[in-house]
């Protein structure tokens, strides 16, 4: 196992409350189909939170990402491998959570949104 995949292991283990609350909501909606999965090594990345089959990952970012020419590289790289990238503040997850679920699920499926389909 390379370092990349010990690393993600220590980032599941030790998630943000943002993240925490965050993957409570996606991992209840693997039952309607719908499955991310977590802290997911993807080439010389780690990401937050991933959806294979729509190719859509969500960023719950800390105050460390603000205006990152970093995420902006990363970003573009995960772009370019055919991804969309969300990125929501933490405090954004925890205060605004119905919000940011309908903006996830709805980049998954338009149909999906304002409740329709979801097992909340």
Do not use: C
Request: aromatic share 10%; no cysteine.
């Amino acid at each position: 196992m390379d370092y990349r995949h010990h690393f993600a292991k220590d980032l599941r283990t030790n998630m943000t409350d943002a993240e925490r609350l965050l993957w409570k909501h996606l991992r209840a909606h693997r039952l309607s189909g719908q499955k991310f999965r977590r802290q997911q090594p993807l080439g010389p990345y780690i990401v937050d939170f991933v959806h294979f089959n729509s190719r859509l990952i969500v960023e719950a970012d800390g105050g460390q990402h603000n205006e990152s020419e970093t995420d902006k590289q990363r970003d573009a790289w995960l772009k370019e491998q055919g991804f969309q990238v969300l990125r929501f503040w933490n405090n954004e997850i925890l205060q605004n959570t119905e919000a940011v679920l309908e903006v996830i699920f709805s980049a998954l499926d338009p149909s999906l949104t304002k409740g329709e389909g979801l097992n909340r």
